[in-house]
């Protein structure tokens, strides 16, 4: 099992505890999956009706490509951290090794409590939190921020209790100000910003970007394909 924990004796580095990332892969697939029927639904709605012309199906796919290479570049990303990524104690302290195979040292000494605590990053209809594994220093200052939705508890359990640190849970969802002023270091200042959870300006924002990002899709195709958007 991914979440199953490897101790063994090494005899540079004495014990070692390792645990590895969780990738719920069938979740992120049946997403997919959702995201992709969806993308049907524009050539259904045109059937029996009038036909596309060319230059709105090359619109359509060149949509499609971008979309598709979005998710290609997630899946690389989930990939690496599954293969790559690895929290380890050893006789210094606590080890992270990230998505890309870089290594990260943080000593024993340096190491408050371990916290799980969420941010609620917006605030529609239905607000949406992520979950975060804080690794703080005595001070309570982030020193590592994993995603509770990739890491298995109980091996953070283990590995908090070889590091000799208290691990707690939080219920409050805090704001992203609240989240940035109780653990400094944890998210970046744009996340912590108020605007960032008022419903009305995410809203705007996306439409915004869609609606450029739109744009910026047909006039790349006349370009290439040389229709005049007159």
């Not at 290594?103 to 939190?129: C, D, F, H």
């Not at 590995?159 to 640190?165: D, E, Q, S």
Request: glycine fraction near 6%; charged fraction near 15%; proline fraction near 7%.
């Amino acid at each position: 099992m991914a979440d199953q924990l490897a101790a063994r004796a090494d005899r540079n580095e004495g014990l070692l505890l390792a645990i590895r990332p969780e990738i719920p892969w069938l979740r992120y697939a049946l997403i997919l999956g959702g995201l992709s029927l969806c993308a049907m639904l524009p050539p259904l709605l045109k059937l029996g009706r009038s036909p596309w012309s060319p230059f709105d199906t090359e619109v359509y796919f060149v949509v499609c490509g971008v979309v598709l290479a979005w998710y290609f570049l997630f899946g690389v990303r989930l990939y690496l951290v599954s293969r790559l990524s690895l929290l380890r104690v050893d006789r210094v302290g606590l080890v992270f090794v990230n998505a890309v195979g870089l290594r990260r040292s943080i000593p024993r000494q340096s190491l408050g409590k371990v916290v799980v605590a969420s941010v609620n990053v917006m605030e529609l209809k239905y607000s949406m939190a992520f979950t975060y594994y804080l690794f703080l220093d005595p001070n309570g200052r982030s020193l590592l921020k994993l995603p509770a939705k990739w890491w298995p508890e109980e091996g953070i359990d283990r590995l908090g209790k070889a590091l000799g640190v208290v691990t707690t849970e939080t219920l409050e969802v805090l704001d992203g100000p609240a989240f940035r002023r109780q653990y400094p270091g944890s998210i970046p200042w744009i996340f912590a910003n108020p605007l960032w959870t008022h419903p009305a300006l995410v809203v705007l924002l996306f439409a915004v970007i869609s609606l450029l990002a739109l744009v910026v899709v047909i006039v790349f195709v006349s370009i290439v394909t040389g229709h005049n958007l007159n």
